[in-house]
């Protein structure tokens, strides 16, 4: 079963709007991890947040993590046409040895 | 620094043929090791993972097999494709199953 569910599972912005993906799990995790992927392509980590956090920065990326509601969202800003890719999530749990769980993704879509 | 390679990049098969899929790790020692598959604009469905040479842990029953002869090597096998092995299959290494995980660019099979 997957631990990791995006919501939307597509979502279609005009360049320069913000994105925001949620994700929502299950289980007790050590860390949350969100990845992109280009159509084809392989899964790029973009950033770790881990369970004694509540938001990190990377850029024009914004994560947050809430534990009480097991639950994380993704923020991109001002949107670019480079940006459209699929977006997932994926948990690492403390009972799931070394294996990240992923979710569905949600497929972004950024329209010049 | 650490690369993943994966070939072949596309193949097509016919019903009932052997597969062997191919992944190696460089720049890296004993790292855990990963397949996964994804249907189209689905997400990703672990298939196997190995902590260490000849030691596969097998998520989902298949028809699909895999081996690790060598530290950095993982394979992915198949003895008769079916139908339903059409997908895009990727591979994946972490260290020591901790932090982030790294993607190879993955391999588009199609079974006829």
């Known amino acids: 079963s997957q631990q990791g569910e995006e919501d939307p599972q597509a979502l279609s912005i005009q360049e320069g709007e913000n994105a925001t993906m949620n994700c929502s799990y299950k289980?007790?995790?050590?860390?949350l991890q969100w990845y992109r992927q280009n159509s084809g392509r392989g899964l790029v980590h973009l950033i770790l947040?881990?369970?004694?956090?509540r938001e990190k920065h990377s850029g024009r990326l914004r994560v947050t993590l809430d534990t009480s509601k097991k639950s994380s969202s993704l923020l991109i800003t001002a949107s670019r046409a480079a940006d459209t890719a699929s977006y997932f999530c994926?948990?690492?749990?403390?009972?799931?040895?070394?294996?990240?769980?992923f979710g569905g993704g949600t497929r972004l879509m950024v329209k010049p | 620094s650490q690369t993943i390679h994966q070939w072949p990049a596309t193949l097509v098969q016919p019903v009932g043929s052997p597969l062997s899929l191919e992944c190696t790790v460089e720049?890296?020692?004993?790292?855990?090791l990963y397949w996964y598959r994804q249907a189209a604009g689905r997400g990703l469905q672990l298939l196997f993972y190995?902590?260490?040479?000849?030691?596969i842990s097998s998520e989902v029953p298949q028809n699909l097999s895999a081996s690790r002869p060598q530290d950095r090597q993982f394979i992915l096998s198949s003895k008769k494709l079916l139908l339903s092995d059409s997908g895009f299959y990727l591979c994946?290494?972490?260290?020591?199953?901790?932090?982030?995980?790294?993607f190879g660019p993955g391999t588009r099979l199609t079974v006829l």
């Open positions: 994926a948990t690492d749990a403390w009972n799931a040895g070394n294996m990240l769980t």
């Open positions: 720049g890296t020692s004993n790292p855990n």
């Open positions: 994946a290494w972490r260290p020591s199953g901790v932090g982030e995980q790294f």
């Open positions: 947040i881990r369970s004694n956090e």
């Open positions: 289980t007790s995790i050590n860390n």
């Open positions: 190995s902590v260490g040479i000849g030691q």
